[in-house]
């Protein structure tokens, strides 16, 4: 069935370096990207987006990477802060199947100072 | 200006009654969206609604979950017969139409079932 994966389910850097989360999605048919942050308590907060048609997306000290012929997706963080530490998601969007996402298991990102 | 609001925050009831969860979306927002997260896994899609249109209910894990949606206004979740399995924290989404557009979410309601 449909899935959105992650390589590594955690993640720790030192505070200052640039960190990068992955993950795999297997639906080919999938059109639309969004990783989100989620702090302990809260609800996931929207980070940045990219369509299938781009591979490459910036945002403030944030890039999406996408790469469709592997089904891969990435987030690139600079300058890794402490209060970037969170549990990261990928979700996958097909606009074919309406506005559903389906989540990724979350990658937990420690930035130690 | 005021994001997804959702109530209660924290819900404790025992096997076997009924709960009523409550989202408060984005105004103007046409789309919303519940999800469930279990501890420490991803969201799973429960329901969601696009303006007029026939909710699209797939992700409902049994007939016990039911949601309505009044106009592009407030949505209650309603889980009858409450399991233990059934504890999760339930979030909420909205966004300004479906697909390509980002979904922005409350803080959900943490339900624990005794």
């Known amino acids: 069935g449909e899935s959105v994966g992650l390589h590594l389910p955690t993640l720790s850097v030192q505070e200052g370096d640039n960190s990068i989360i992955n993950c795999a999605y297997s639906?080919?048919?999938?059109?639309?990207f969004i990783w989100y942050k989620q702090e302990s308590g809260k609800g996931p907060q929207f980070i940045i987006d990219?369509?299938?048609?781009?591979d490459k997306r910036q945002g403030q000290r944030v890039t999406v990477l996408l790469n469709k012929t592997v089904k891969h997706l990435s987030l690139q963080i600079a300058a890794t802060q402490p209060g970037d530490s969170a549990v990261y998601f990928c979700?996958?969007?097909?606009?074919?199947?309406?506005?559903?996402?389906?989540f990724g298991q979350g990658t937990e990102l420690s930035v130690k100072p | 200006g005021a994001g997804v609001s959702q109530s209660p925050s924290n819900k404790v009831t025992e096997k076997g009654k009924d709960v009523e969860l409550r989202c408060d979306p984005i105004?103007?927002?046409?789309?919303l969206y519940w999800y469930r997260q279990r501890l420490g896994q991803g969201l799973e899609f429960l329901i969601y609604f696009q303006g007029n249109s026939a909710p699209d209910k797939s992700g409902l894990p049994s007939d016990r979950f039911s949601a309505e949606r009044t106009g592009e206004s407030v949505s209650t979740l309603t889980i009858q017969r409450t399991q233990q399995e059934d504890s999760a924290v339930y979030l909420c989404?909205?966004?300004?139409?479906?697909?390509?557009?980002?979904?922005?979410f409350g803080d959900g309601t943490r339900l624990s079932i005794l």
């Open positions: 105004s103007g927002h046409t789309a």
């Open positions: 979700a996958e969007n097909n606009h074919n199947q309406g506005g559903k996402l389906i």
């Open positions: 989404a909205s966004s300004s139409g479906q697909g390509d557009q980002p979904q922005h």
């Open positions: 639906n080919s048919a999938s059109d639309y």
């Open positions: 990219i369509r299938s048609n781009m």
